[in-house]
């Protein structure tokens, strides 16, 4: 069952002292959890009001309040959520700062800007590949980023696009494009995400932007969507575009469902493919979701949890596999070491507020079903013949996933006569590219195969060796390594390098040190507080 949170002033239903974090649930039953932001309207900001995030489950169930602590949430505007730490931000309105906390509450702070503006900022979204997080700013008409790790931020170059009162926020790494709303202008305008400027507007064929508020992508069919906040009216609505050729419209909702909405979310896989969340924040006070294609709108019940002028949903998953290696069978002698290899996690769907990443992983290995007490690690030393097989498990704060990695037959000592040869790699070269700061992983291997090179810092890459030889694997930095890497020149990744054959298994790790220039960095005068 799924989780649900909202954010804004605490209601008189809802208790001060209500319980933090999600209802208590076994991991293997506990779904995505929602998050919700709240833009209380232009007129409204500044207002110094504390607010709180509250959690229920997306498909009902138990709701909670989560009030930050030591430092509170005053007139936050949005959410995002940093699914690796375990973290959740925020715009908050009334300090003109970004805000984060553990997602219980607690050791909340504010996080160092640097020179990126900050005024009126609002719906942030998280990007786990930059290692940034990015806002809008209502106020002066600014699209600003800041380090996750707090080493300052800046401005984005959104050239020649349309900017006027900005709310909300959506990146699209894919396109290297980041999307916002603009509340006062009616349209919806873009610029490339590495600040190279390239603005413009997404072309309606029609009048189907109304004071649009919070925006996401859904990656699965290239649309992005809006809501029409239209304030005052009895109705608002939900408008769409296509991405790739110029077709748009708005949602078929029933009279009714959308009123005075806020931000919206999209979550797909397991959870429901082009499932929209979105908040009322007029008459209809609530959150409400429907298909893609306006069909089956429901409220979610939230069943205690806080409501006042619930806006900008982020979607918190359990982790989702995004690779598996292949399935192992092979035959293995007492005493030889069994891989479990590493299994591809999703960061996340940034672009629809979804985040999935794994905040920890960790393996288990069985000997004919039963556990082995303290096989924890990636390897295992077979001690005796059976059947192992080797699991791993992922978790964040919305829940754990299980995937079977490899399934080893181990034989009895009389019988290693008659294993086949076990695929090897038997040497690995490396040439580095210092303009760009990738390298070229040259691995000579034993015959025909799959393989493969991974690791949390960097992009994972298949090749196949169609015999013995050469095979070339590129390794390219990626998250917080590549924000290290452009900006000292210099950083070591480790990376794994398998090699998996219809005869078995062969894991070996490397670190790589990748070096690039780095651009000088320009010196800012800033005015005496």
């Not at 900017?163 to 305008?189: C, F, M, Q, S």
């Amino acid at each position: 069952m799924p989780f649900l949170l909202t954010d804004g002033p605490v209601p008189a239903r809802v208790p001060a002292d209500a319980p933090p974090g999600t209802a208590q649930l076994p991991w293997s039953c506990r779904p995505p959890d929602l998050r919700l932001g709240r833009r209380r309207g232009r007129q409204r900001l500044r207002s110094n009001a504390t607010g709180v995030f509250g959690r229920a489950a997306l498909t009902g169930g138990e709701g909670s309040v989560i009030a930050p602590t030591p430092i509170p949430a005053e007139e936050p505007s949005g959410s995002a959520i940093d699914a690796q730490t375990g973290k959740i931000f925020w715009g908050d309105v009334h300090s003109n700062t970004i805000k984060y906390a553990n997602l219980d509450g607690s050791g909340s702070s504010v996080l160092p800007t640097g020179a990126a503006s900050v005024d009126g900022p609002n719906n942030p979204v998280v990007d786990l590949a930059t290692g940034r997080i990015y806002w809008a700013n209502a106020f002066d008409d600014t699209i600003s980023w800041a380090n996750l790790d707090g080493t300052g931020g800046g401005n984005l170059n959104t050239g020649a696009a349309p900017i006027e009162e900005p709310w909300g926020v959506a990146v699209d790494p894919a396109a290297n494009r980041i999307y916002w709303a603009n509340l006062a202008g009616n349209t919806i305008a873009y610029a490339n995400l590495d600040g190279s400027g390239g603005g413009g507007q997404v072309l309606l064929s029609a009048n189907y932007a109304r004071e649009p508020d919070g925006v996401a992508i859904n990656p699965a069919n290239q649309t992005i969507y809006w809501t029409n906040f239209e304030g005052g009216r009895s109705e608002g609505s939900i408008g769409w575009a296509r991405l790739a050729f110029p077709e748009a419209g708005l949602a078929p909702l029933p009279v009714g469902a959308v009123v005075e909405p806020g931000g919206l979310a999209i979550a797909g896989g397991p959870y429901g493919r082009g499932q929209i969340y979105w908040t009322n924040e007029g008459g209809n006070e609530g959150i409400f979701s429907a298909s893609a294609e306006g069909s089956a709108v429901t409220e979610v019940s939230t069943n205690g949890a806080p409501l006042a002028h619930p806006s900008s949903p982020s979607l918190l998953a359990a982790p989702s596999v995004t690779r598996t290696p292949l399935p192992f069978g092979s035959l293995r002698s007492i005493g030889m070491t069994l891989g479990c290899g590493s299994p591809g996690w999703a960061e996340g769907g940034v672009e629809s507020h979804l985040y999935r990443a794994p905040q920890s992983q960790s393996f288990s290995w069985t000997l004919e079903g039963v556990t082995l007490d303290g096989a924890t690690g990636e390897t295992l030393t077979a001690s005796q013949p059976g059947t192992y097989v080797c699991r791993a498990t992922a978790s964040n704060e919305a829940g754990s996933t299980t995937i079977t990695m490899a399934t080893y037959r181990v034989a009895a000592e009389k019988a290693v006569q008659h294993v086949p040869r076990s695929p090897q790699i038997e040497g690995i070269e490396v040439a580095r590219d210092k303009r760009d700061g990738t390298a070229t992983l040259l691995v000579a291997v034993s015959g025909p195969g799959a393989l493969s090179v991974s690791g949390p810092q960097v992009v994972h890459r298949i090749a196949t060796a169609t015999g013995a030889g050469l095979v070339k694997l590129r390794v390219t930095a990626k998250g917080k390594a590549l924000h290290n890497l452009r900006k000292t020149g210099r950083r070591t990744v480790k990376v794994a390098i398998e090699f998996a054959t219809t005869s078995g298994h062969f894991v070996t790790s490397r670190s790589i040190t990748l070096r690039r220039p780095v651009k000088p960095r320009r010196h800012h005068k800033h005015p005496a507080v």
